[in-house]
T-cell receptor, first 118, second 113 residues
Framework: EAQVTQNPRYLITVTGKKLTVTCSQNMNHEYMSWYRQDPGLGLRQIYYSMNVEVTDKGDVPEGYKVSRKEKRNFPLILESPSPNQTSLYFC?????????????????FGPGTRLTVL | QKEVEQNSGPLSVPEGAIASLNCTYSDRVSQSFFWYRQYSGKSPELIMSIYSNGDKEDGRFTAQLNKASQYVSLLIRDSQPSDSATYLCAVNMAGTGFQKLVFGTGTRLLVSP
């Protein structure tokens, strides 16, 4: 089954304790992204990756790190979590853009990780 | 001005009615438009994509795009209580070497039996 998986699904932690949220896709997609979703603010992109070893900041990258050592995996790292990083996090993947056709390929989301930082 | 704007709702419709959800966007060169459905606490699920002006129908769903007015809408015919969810409009916009997908904050739809 084609899917994006995330782990853990739920996490409660304390300020300053480093954590990693894993993301994996089995669709051989080039592009992967991390979003956070907060009430009233919608989905905001944290980081994205266009391929292995190619990553860049999204709209709200402060306090987060990512890596893309393998095509299928795109972990999100919080080196020193703070309460303002309490949120619902989604990983997403999609195929490479069909630039010549001027279209943007459909994006698939993982099930989400609800993080609470105390 | 927000890049993608939606009325937050809730939009309340009775079962069997047509629900009309609207979205405006700021980037004139955007070419790809998507509607996602999201149930509370769950991940967004793609229900429609549209790339050309006009209407695109898929079952009970119809997406409408008007690039001149920078407007995209979603019609849900014969609305069912199971359609109650938040509907997210997403639009591709040019990023730095990357076409990023920008989401609206969503419209909450409530379908009453």
């Amino acid at each position: 089954e084609a899917q994006v998986t995330q782990n853990p699904r739920y996490l409660i932690t304390v300020t300053g304790k480093k954590l990693t949220v894993t993301c994996s896709q089995n669709m051989n997609h080039e592009y992967m992204s991390w979003y956070r979703q907060d009430p009233g603010l919608g989905l905001r992109q944290i980081y994205y990756s266009m391929n292995v070893e190619v990553t860049d900041k999204g709209d709200v990258p402060e306090g987060y790190k990512v890596s893309r050592k393998e095509k299928r995996n795109f972990p999100l790292i919080l080196e020193s979590p703070s309460p303002n990083q309490t949120s619902l996090y989604f990983c997403a993947s999609r195929p490479e853009d069909r630039v010549l056709l001027g279209s943007y390929n459909e994006q698939f989301f993982g099930p989400g990780t609800r993080l609470t930082v105390l | 001005q927000k890049e993608v704007e939606q009325n937050s709702g809730p939009l309340s419709v009775p079962e069997g009615a047509i629900a009309s959800l609207n979205c405006t966007y700021s980037d004139r060169v955007s070419q790809s438009f998507f509607w996602y459905r999201q149930y509370s606490g769950k991940s967004p699920e793609l229900i429609m994509s549209i790339y050309s002006n006009g209407d695109k129908e898929d079952g009970r769903f119809t997406a409408q795009l008007n690039k001149a007015s920078q407007y995209v809408s979603l019609l849900i015919r014969d609305s069912q209580p199971s359609d109650s969810a938040t509907y997210l409009c997403a639009v591709n916009m040019a990023g730095t070497g990357f076409q990023k997908l920008v989401f609206g904050t969503g419209t909450r739809l409530l379908v009453s039996p």
